[in-house]
DNA sequence: TAACTTCCTAACCCTATTGTTATTTAGGCA
DNA sequence: TGCCTAAATAACAATAGGGTTAGGAAGTTA
């Protein structure tokens, strides 16, 4: 065999759709919220600037998703952080993109050296 | 204290946008072509069956963003993954993926039992 | 029951992004 | 030089997705 094996549609799918979640400001700002303990709706709305219909239509993808639970007391609805996986890839790829600025401030420095050498001879 | 640290602005916007690139089908099924090996532009296009203009517009996006590498040969330019942890953020969404299969067939299996009992009492 | 609070949902607008077609650039080869 | 292929880019149409406003459901309190 030459090739290897393509990846499923529904994989891909899931996939996408699973990144796609964490690819909103305004989501991973509520997952942020929620690192520590569960929150209630109006908490959140006061917390993120935003409109509570708005806080409650990104709550509801990251609930169908298994990212969140839900839990009612009174009127108030509970969210808390189901799916430790996701503060798991949001620091996997923090560390990355801090290397990656690390990298480039180093490239700034190695050109200031070779510069120094450059006028020294 | 009572609250928690708020998530800087900047790290939720580089946060979005690196997820934000993962999460689209074909960019995933490039990458998942790019697996094993390089691969140039038109084998690209052949896999994925879709315009050479749009396998190289999202080759360009990822290669912004660190996650390819770029080498040209004669009239050919030639991809690779740069950043293993690409394919690690997948294999741990995958398994995630299937751990939550799994819990809804066993969810299937049960309510089955369930009504077993019920029958027998 | 009435008033109030909390939250969810529907409908809409608007922007961002994907995919297409067409064009341009660059290298190889006659 | 001219022709060919490969790849990048520009311009555009179509769609998806976020944010808003408005309305309604459920629960609490008077």
Redo the contacts with the bound molecule.
């Keep these: 065999m030459q090739s290897v094996k393509p990846i499923p549609q529904e994989v891909v799918q899931q996939l996408s759709e699973y990144f796609?979640i964490l690819s909103?400001?305004?989501?991973l700002r509520i997952l942020s919220l929620l690192r520590e303990e569960e929150k209630?709706?109006?908490e959140l709305?006061e917390a993120t600037q935003?409109?509570?219909?708005?806080v409650?239509?990104?709550?509801?993808?990251m609930l169908q998703a298994g990212i969140l639970t839900?839990r009612t007391e009174?009127?108030?609805?509970y969210y808390r952080v189901e799916d430790p996986l996701t503060f798991e890839l949001c620091n996997l790829v923090c560390n990355r993109l801090a290397a990656r600025i690390e990298q480039q401030a180093r490239h700034f420095r190695d050109f200031t050296l070779a510069n120094a050498e450059e006028k020294s001879k």
């Design positions: 796609g909103e400001p305004m989501r209630c709706v109006q709305v935003t409109s509570q219909a708005n409650s239509k990104h709550l509801k993808v839900r009174g009127t108030s609805a």
